[in-house]
Structures are given as structure tokens and as C-alpha cells.
């Protein structure tokens, strides 16, 4: 089923918004120019909201598709193309999580790296 919406968490080495531009574009559509507020920068992609949110957990970067009309089922299979585009370690939930779950399934995370695809225990508050 079809995720409303995608987030994933990007290690903060080397990636910035700039080289999420490159590949957004490539994947979505063309971005509009980012705009600051704060710590957030805001672009379009395609027709697509898109948030990026620099540290949003430590060294991890947020980033944030507002819109179920991504090329991305879920957030695990954005997550697997944004690790082969950018080669940077990726995490995001391993599906929709709703407040009714509780705490524990909360911290389930996958991670996506050079080391392979695993499930992790990753608490961020």
C-alpha cells in the first residue's frame, strides 16, 4: 500500500540539499529554487512539497516528500534509491507508524548502507 507521504534520514558526511537537487530532478521532476526559513529549506519537486531539514536528529538529515504521488511506494524503497544516487547511509521507519503502536515499534528503523539493508533499534528522542 502506498505511503501518504516519505521521509528518510540522511547521514550528515557529505550531503547537502544541493545534491539532493541533482537527485530529485533525476527522480521526480525538476526542483524549484530552495527557500530557508530557519534551520528548514523548502523546494518543489516536480508538483511535490519537498522539506529538508539539516540535523533534524543528531547528524541526520530529514528529508521530507509531502505527497503519495512520489516514484516511491514506501519509504523503504526511497530510502534504497536515495542510498544508490547518493551513496550515504539512509534510515527511515520500516513503514507508516501511527501514535497507536506505542514507543517501542517507534524506535524500529532500517538501515541502508555499504554494509547492506538491516533492521535497527534507533532512539531519536
Known amino acids: 500500500?502506498?505511503?501518504?507521504?516519505?521521509?528518510?534520514?540522511?547521514k550528515d558526511a557529505d550531503v547537502?540539499?544541493?545534491?539532493?537537487?541533482?537527485?530529485l530532478t533525476e527522480a521526480?521532476?525538476?526542483?524549484s529554487e530552495w527557500k530557508q526559513k530557519g534551520q528548514t529549506f523548502k523546494c518543489t519537486a516536480g508538483d511535490i512539497p519537498v522539506?529538508?531539514?539539516?540535523?533534524?536528529?543528531?547528524?541526520?538529515?530529514?528529508?521530507y516528500l509531502e505527497s503519495d504521488?512520489?516514484?516511491?511506494?514506501?519509504?523503504?524503497?526511497?530510502?534504497?534509491a536515495a542510498f544508490a544516487a547518493?551513496?550515504?547511509?539512509?534510515?527511515?521507519?520500516?513503514g507508516s507508524w501511527v501514535?497507536?503502536?506505542?514507543?517501542?515499534?517507534?524506535?524500529?528503523?532500517?538501515?541502508i548502507s555499504a554494509d547492506g539493508e538491516e533492521e535497527i533499534t534507533w532512539r531519536t528522542s
Open 28 to 31: 521526480v521532476g525538476p526542483c
Open 86 to 94: 547518493l551513496n550515504v547511509e539512509v534510515r527511515c521507519a520500516p
Open 69 to 80: 504521488n512520489t516514484p516511491w511506494e514506501d519509504d523503504i524503497a526511497c530510502a534504497r
Open 51 to 63: 522539506t529538508w531539514l539539516p540535523k533534524a536528529v543528531g547528524k541526520w538529515n530529514s528529508l
Open 16 to 23: 547537502d540539499h544541493k545534491q539532493i537537487t541533482a537527485w
Open 99 to 111: 501514535e497507536e503502536e506505542g514507543e517501542d515499534d517507534a524506535d524500529r528503523w532500517i538501515r
Open 1 to 10: 500500500m502506498r505511503q501518504p507521504d516519505i521521509e528518510i534520514y540522511l
